[in-house]
């Protein structure tokens, strides 16, 4: 019995400086720490393609998956990220066939396409029908490593049986040859700005537009097209492995939607049940982090003591001026625990265990 795991690569360069491809290209590591053996699948760039050759290729990325993994054997373990890299909507009669010969398929959930698109009212019906068709996949495997356990309960009521379920708890962010002497130099203070990290456009990132008339931002990420002052600044982007060293300020800002008032909206209902990457990457940079009181993972924060989490951006001021310098050292010390534990892939490396057994 031998265990896999499949590798796949984006051709997309617009995620070069993004969170993008970090946790599939972590998880990869891990499992490669863990002693399994990749299988790589090439794909296509198929952006200029016309309607009738994308549906051409989902075809074809069938007979390569096929010819990938014909050599798996009854009994041998294979872990698949999900959603697929490329896509396809006609790989789960290829998954049900390898169940039946006794292959065992454990699945990584990165996002959950269908809860997302279909709470919104601009998604097409074609792309309704190819969210649906590519998680048709999860009818057919034996473990699904889902964020937590609100996902859990998302799925179970969507007819997936419980034991087949395995809560992640966060996602892990590997930091290669982390220097401790560079984090050691950055500014991390009470009194400083709040740190917003990820992808700032507007349509991903509106409420970082509609800032309170209190507290002070500091910001990094691509796509910022917002104003700056003297209580915001933007600091431009920075590949994934090189943020932990740049950011400087008091806390990290997990939120998402388009006000300041609360994470509304279907970004803020997904906020409930997923797990952002970028609660990650603040505490591996040993960054104390403020969430969302309704988030899934505001209890992971509270019950590690590694930041707050309030109601509305607004509280923010109020909340951290209640802090004393050693409220907020036993928060930076908690986050940089918690953050050794990320660095080194613990949360995945759990679940990878529980889905084996």
Excluded at 105 to 123: A, E, G, P, Y
Excluded at 253 to 274: E, H, P, R
Excluded at 331 to 337: I, Q, S
Aim: with cysteine; hydrophobic share 40%; proline share 4%.
């Amino acid at each position: 019995m031998s265990n896999w795991y499949i590798s796949e690569k984006t051709l997309d360069e617009k995620l070069q400086n993004t969170a993008g491809v970090k946790a599939r290209d972590d998880a990869e590591q891990i499992f490669e720490e863990m002693g399994f053996t990749p299988i790589f699948l090439s794909s296509a760039d198929r952006t200029n393609q016309s309607k009738l050759k994308k549906l051409t290729f989902h075809a074809k990325l069938v007979s390569i998956w096929k010819k990938n993994l014909k050599d798996l054997k009854a009994g041998d373990s294979l872990f698949v990220q999900f959603p697929f890299v490329d896509h396809s909507v006609f790989l789960a009669p290829f998954f049900k066939k390898l169940k039946k010969r006794g292959v065992k398929v454990n699945v990584l959930i990165h996002d959950l396409d269908s809860f997302r698109f279909f709470l919104r009212t601009d998604v097409k019906k074609v792309e309704r029908m190819r969210v649906k068709l590519e998680e048709d996949v999860l009818k057919y495997v034996n473990r699904i490593i889902v964020h937590n356990s609100r996902m859990k309960e998302v799925m179970v009521r969507r007819g997936y049986e419980a034991e087949r379920l395995v809560p992640l708890g966060i996602f892990d962010y590997l930091i290669p040859d982390a220097d401790e002497e560079r984090f050691a130099e950055r500014k991390n203070e009470k009194d400083m700005p709040v740190i917003i990290a990820g992808t700032l456009r507007p349509h991903k990132a509106a409420y970082a537009y509609n800032l309170p008339k209190t507290g002070s931002y500091i910001m990094y990420g691509v796509g910022y097209e917002g104003e700056t002052n003297e209580r915001i600044a933007y600091m431009g982007a920075f590949p994934p492995d090189d943020l932990p060293y740049e950011m400087e300020g008091s806390f990290g800002l997990v939120w998402d939607g388009g006000t300041a008032d609360t994470c509304d909206g279907v970004f803020g209902q997904y906020l409930k049940i997923n797990n952002p990457h970028k609660t990650s990457l603040y505490l591996a940079s040993g960054i104390p982090v403020i969430i969302w009181d309704e988030a899934a993972l505001a209890g992971f924060i509270e019950k590690n003591h590694c930041g707050l989490s309030v109601a509305s951006l607004s509280d923010i001021p109020e909340k951290i001026a209640a802090l004393t310098e050693e409220d907020y050292a036993a928060m930076k010390e908690n986050a940089r625990k918690t953050g050794l534990r990320l660095r080194e892939g613990a949360y995945l490396k759990r679940a990878i265990k529980a889905s084996l057994e």
